[in-house]
């Protein structure tokens, strides 16, 4: 990866396994099914199942991506690492595990989720695409029923999203409504030139378009060999499969997302830099602080 890339962040994933040894790899298939949730500060408590769309894997065109790093635009927060964890407003609820994907159907807006009503509503005061809001929500759910020591937030993988693709709309890819960039989004080639790490192809270019040189992929940026540990065979293109893919790299290891100890070596587990760290910090911090505000009854 390129210096900048990886002083950004935008090939996280890949550095963590290569750099740090905490946590193991990344990638998350599946959404869950939503019982009740609410935002611990805004006391919500509504009903909802939240559904996950998987497509065939389409092999995307590998080139090299621009300059336009995502990370570049977000200031690093002075907070010194292990002080202290973001703000915690969540959503909360009892989610029961769906482990079948399914499709998922337009919905009028008078039927929506109570998922979907809230991240629309988040939308408006945080500027996070309610879709990509629908796919940390219902990850951070999915973990609370799974493990639930973890308490990984939503606002934390917001963080992580805005670093990495901008909510999937890196270099003008817009997020669809099936979960979907409307381009791939694919990272550098890891072929060892200067600031990068050398990672040989690992999946015959199936993910990354790169027959040569893994390069990391969709999102939340998984290389192809993390991907296969965490992904469950679905697409690390798709937002709901990527956002869930992170919560449980993050959760790895029995690790409490709520703590400052905890938070701060999942982030560095995730990409092993401070200024990183510093940044998805104070993005969690203020999209949780600004959603603290919204209500759905």
């Not at 635009?73 to 399914?102: F, H, I």
């Not at 990527?242 to 997302?257: E, I, N, S």
């Not at 560095?268 to 200024?275: D, F």
Request: glycine content about 10%; charged content about 15%; aromatic content about 6%.
């Amino acid at each position: 990866m390129r210096t900048p890339l990886r002083e950004a962040g935008f090939l996280g994933t890949e550095q963590a396994e290569q750099e740090t040894a905490a946590v193991p790899g990344r990638a998350r298939p599946g959404l869950a099914a939503l019982g009740r949730l609410g935002i611990v500060a805004a006391v919500l408590a509504v009903g909802a199942t939240a559904v996950f769309v998987t497509t065939k894997v389409t092999t995307p065109e590998a080139g090299r991506t621009t300059t336009d790093i995502p990370a570049l635009s977000v200031p690093a927060v002075d907070v010194e690492p292990g002080s202290t964890a973001p703000v915690n407003a969540t959503v909360a609820g009892s989610p029961v595990a769906n482990t079948q994907p399914v499709q998922q159907q337009p919905q009028p807006q008078s039927n929506k989720t109570p998922l979907a009503v809230w991240a629309d509503k988040v939308s408006a005061v945080t500027n996070i695409p309610a879709r990509a809001l629908v796919a940390y929500g219902n990850a951070e759910l999915a973990l609370r029923d799974s493990q639930p020591a973890c308490r990984v937030s939503w606002a934390t993988l917001a963080g992580i999203g805005r670093i990495e693709s901008n909510h999937g709309q890196y270099a003008g890819a817009v997020l669809q409504a099936n979960g979907y960039p409307s381009k791939a989004i694919v990272g550098v080639p890891l072929d060892g030139s200067a600031g990068v790490r050398a990672i040989g192809d690992t999946d015959g270019g199936r993910f990354d378009g790169d027959p040569n040189y893994d390069r990391a992929v969709g999102p939340m940026q998984f290389i192809p060999s993390t991907w296969a540990k965490w992904g469950g065979g679905y697409d690390p293109q798709q937002i709901d499969a990527a956002a869930l893919a992170a919560a449980k790299y993050l959760c790895a290891g029995g690790r409490d997302m709520s703590s400052a100890a905890g938070w701060w070596q999942g982030i560095l587990s995730y990409n092993n830099s401070v200024e990183y760290a510093q940044k998805v910090f104070g993005l969690a911090d203020s999209y949780a602080k600004a959603a603290q505000a919204v209500k759905v009854s």
